[in-house]
């Protein structure tokens, strides 16, 4: 029991040594830049380090019909679409039948930010029956009709006559929802972009900076077809039903293609737009909120108060009530802390307010399971028992308890995390993340970390007087300290 119990020990110690290394800050004690190198530090969500989130809600066309796949699809377009934005720790999930929830922690630009959501809502290159559209016109396609917003917004287009197989001038779509539908001829959509499986920035047979594009093998076929046939005429890039460019087609292009006469800052929005390609339906902001990095800042610090007073009250009084067993247990909620935070560093999880307090909560769970185990101890002692098999009696029967309450609260942490996902509520999926893994390793403290060390005491110096175990022997039965 000796041997196994200082095995045991040094287990512990050994996790709680590399637990510790984890949650301390990158700077500190970083062998071989390891952590910096596997992205090991705290994920703070939206309510921590400031940031924009916005609920985007599919606006399909007459006839177009809305289904998983569908705002899946949609979902991942956006994700990439994000990606090129540079934004650490993006959450980008479906809400329901026709939302997609995306949260922007860190974003400098919100407004920025909403617009490039917006202008990447449905893409394609269409036929303007040879009659060139200025950047900026609404227009019906083949694939929907076209509504005026309440208002609208332009940017500057690109200056010159465009020219090489396709020249540029984007404009940025409005940032409104639509309330009516245009008027006008309906053009027909040559090919879409999902079409497009690639596009970048690249350099044209003169060192002028374009935009390159690929075609996959069947919108390939279908663009050779019309670009062979109509060389000299004008083509147009549309977005959300407003035309973003309109270019003269000077050759045949097949599988790549070439869009010039921008500048440098134009071409890496139009390539990055182009390579994200069509979302399947258009989307409309329904919801955007911003939050502070100052508010968040702040929502940090009085978390951090929060669980210095809350832990203190607590070691406080399970020290008194339980004395050595409630000093151990507070030894093992310690552990606990370290392990818990290492693993929100590792797996990641992202923090937000509401994972901040599943991580407190399971931290009263924890305790939770110690009291049962130490009133059950002091149960043991007053039957007559002696210490050491008081101890062991109180674990094993406290056990099924512990098992069945914590079962049950992983259960309902499974159903809280779906709800949430479903829902596209991440308050809920961070605060049912956190309080599942929390549970998983307060059993693991509780059960394991304090029992051990109790028998380690015991090993070094039986103990002899129960009032260590907080009983009070004058008005205890007394209990026989002989093992």
Request: hydrophobic fraction near 45%.
């Amino acid at each position: 029991m000796r041997s196994r119990s200082n095995i045991v020990l040094l287990l512990i110690v050994l996790v709680t040594l590399v637990s510790t290394w984890v949650t301390l800050p990158s700077d500190l004690l970083d062998f071989g830049n390891i952590k910096e190198d596997n992205d090991i530090y705290v994920h703070e969500g939206l309510d921590l380090q400031g940031g924009l989130q916005v609920i985007l809600e599919a606006r399909p066309s007459e006839g177009q019909q809305i289904d998983s796949d569908v705002l899946n699809g949609t979902r991942d377009t956006i994700e990439r679409r994000i990606g090129g934005l540079g934004v650490s720790e993006p959450l980008i999930q479906t809400r329901g039948d026709d939302q997609i929830v995306v949260e922007l922690p860190g974003v400098d630009e919100p407004q920025a930010a909403i617009s490039l959501l917006q202008e990447t809502a449905l893409l394609e290159i269409i036929d303007t029956q040879g009659v060139p559209l200025n950047p900026g016109t609404r227009v019906n396609t083949s694939l929907g009709a076209a509504t005026v917003p309440n208002t609208t917004s332009a940017s500057p287009t690109a200056d010159g006559t465009p020219s090489a197989d396709a020249t540029a001038s984007p404009e940025a779509s409005p940032t409104v929802p639509p309330v009516a539908t245009v008027e006008g001829p309906t053009y027909d959509t040559i090919i879409s972009g999902s079409g497009i499986t690639d596009a970048f920035p690249t350099q044209d047979q003169f060192g002028t900076l374009v935009v390159g594009f690929e075609l996959d093998g069947e919108a390939s076929d279908t663009f050779f077809n019309y670009t062979s046939s109509h060389i000299g005429q004008p083509m147009s890039i549309v977005v959300d039903k407003v035309v973003i460019n309109t270019a003269t087609i000077n050759n045949a292009i097949s599988n790549e293609g070439q869009i010039s006469g921008l500048t440098a800052q134009q071409v890496t929005d139009l390539s990055l737009q182009l390579k994200s390609g069509a979302l399947e339906v258009p989307l409309e902001v329904v919801q955007s909120r911003t939050v502070g990095p100052t508010l968040g800042q702040d929502s940090i610090d009085k978390s951090i108060v929060a669980g210095i007073v809350g832990l203190s009250l607590v070691a406080i009084m399970m020290i008194l009530y339980y004395r050595l067993p409630g000093l151990l247990s507070v030894v093992a909620l310690l552990v606990y802390t370290s392990i818990t935070f290492a693993l929100f560093k590792v797996i990641p999880v992202t923090l937000t307010l509401a994972g901040i307090a599943g991580f407190i909560l399971s931290i009263g769970m924890a305790v939770d399971a110690n009291v049962l185990i130490f009133a059950r101890l002091k149960d043991e002692i007053r039957t007559g028992r002696t210490i050491r098999n008081a101890i062991e009696a109180g674990f094993d029967h406290a056990w099924p308890s512990i098992r069945d309450s914590n079962i049950a609260t992983m259960i309902t942490c499974v159903i809280l995390y779906w709800f949430g996902r479903y829902t596209g509520a991440s308050i809920i999926q961070g605060f049912a993340l956190t309080l599942f893994i929390g549970v998983v390793v307060s059993m693991f403290t509780a059960i394991i970390v304090t029992r051990t060390l109790l028998r380690v005491i015991l090993n070094i110096r039986p103990i002899t007087n129960q009032w260590w175990l907080g009983v009070e022997s004058t008005r205890e039965t007394s209990a026989s300290v002989a093992d």
